[in-house]
């Protein structure tokens, strides 16, 4: 984990608002050059890894009646 990617995992969305910021981040690393998006799988998980640390995330959306996170692949 590092400055480019994310301090921290979310093991649960707690709010709408963490959700949007984290979401709106993921969507602005890659064309800054930070992040690199490597595949999802069909159930809807998105795997990203981070071009500094080379640490790997996987990460699943939001909706109304989950929470969904942001995890680090071990
Ligand atoms: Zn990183």
């Known amino acids: 984990m590092c400055e480019d990617c994310f301090t921290r995992e979310y093991s ?3 709010s709408e608002n963490i959700w ?5 981040q993921l969507g602005l690393k890659p ?3 930070k992040m690199k998006y ?12 981070c071009v500094h640390c080379k640490q790997k995330w996987r990460l699943k ?3 109304l ?3 969904g996170y942001l995890l680090k692949v071990q």
């Open 65 to 67: 009646s989950f929470r």
């Open 61 to 63: 959306d939001s909706d």
């Open 20 to 24: 949007l910021e984290v979401d709106s």
């Open 12 to 14: 649960s969305f707690k």
């Open 38 to 49: 490597l595949s999802n799988t069909v159930d809807g998980e998105y795997f990203y890894q």
């Open 31 to 33: 064309g800054k050059g």
